[in-house]
């Protein structure tokens, strides 16, 4: 019980830190945290992600059956998707944050690989970037096809979307996913000039430095 009820603070906490920093907006975004007897906890439907209430988050069983709280946000299923690939999984935190979003309406961006490496930090907190292809919104389509990269990549963008980031902890997520919208910031403001981005040598240095996939 304890640690569900401090999981249930620290989501709201995190919550309310994206909400307040422009991160999210109205009811958009959504976090999800893994419990240690395998259910999950994840913000509501029609929730802002800048009040929200501890005792009303969304409880799963390991089965993935909600046995108690609201109910849980339509985007479960993208949560579903990256804990179903990813066991080192915590936690996964899904933005609708507006420069990641604009990034990814862009029709030349690589869908292999969506920002460049600009900064030390984006490659050791997010690295490769995938693109996954537009889909309605709740469309079961979407799961598939996030689950078919989940297993290799802990971040992701959504076209005209927004991206969804995994971290064995919350705190990584949410680092991650702020560190992803900062780059696609940086990325958009630099669009029309020339760029000294980080060589494939320094790139494969970081990832032997601090041991990233």
């Not at 830190?17 to 975004?29: D, K, N, V």
């Not at 420069?99 to 460049?116: C, F, G, N, Q, Y």
């Amino acid at each position: 019980m304890h640690e569900i009820n401090r999981l249930r603070e620290e989501i709201c906490r995190t919550g309310q830190s994206l909400f307040e920093r422009g991160l999210t907006s109205g009811s958009t975004g959504n976090i999800s945290v893994r419990l240690s007897d395998g259910g999950w906890l994840m913000t509501p439907t029609n929730a802002s992600m800048g009040s929200l209430d501890p005792a009303r988050l969304s409880l799963f069983d390991a089965s993935g059956k909600l046995v108690s709280g609201d109910a849980p946000t339509k985007e479960a299923f993208l949560h579903f998707s990256m804990y179903g690939e990813r066991g080192d999984a915590g936690a996964v935190v899904h933005l609708h944050s507006s420069h990641a979003t604009a990034v990814s309406i862009l029709r030349d961006i690589d869908p292999e690989d969506v920002l460049p490496p600009l900064t030390a930090y984006y490659v050791m907190r997010v690295g490769r970037l995938p693109l996954v292809p537009y889909f309605a919104p709740g469309d079961m389509a979407l799961a598939d096809a996030v689950r078919s990269l989940a297993g290799r990549h802990h971040a992701m963008l959504l076209a005209n979307h927004g991206p969804v980031v995994a971290g064995t902890t919350l705190a990584s997520a949410q680092f991650a996913a702020e560190e992803l919208e900062e780059t696609a910031k940086l990325f958009l403001m630099l669009q029309h000039h020339a760029k000294r981005m980080l060589t494939a040598e320094q790139v494969d240095d970081l990832r032997k430095r601090f041991n990233l996939p």
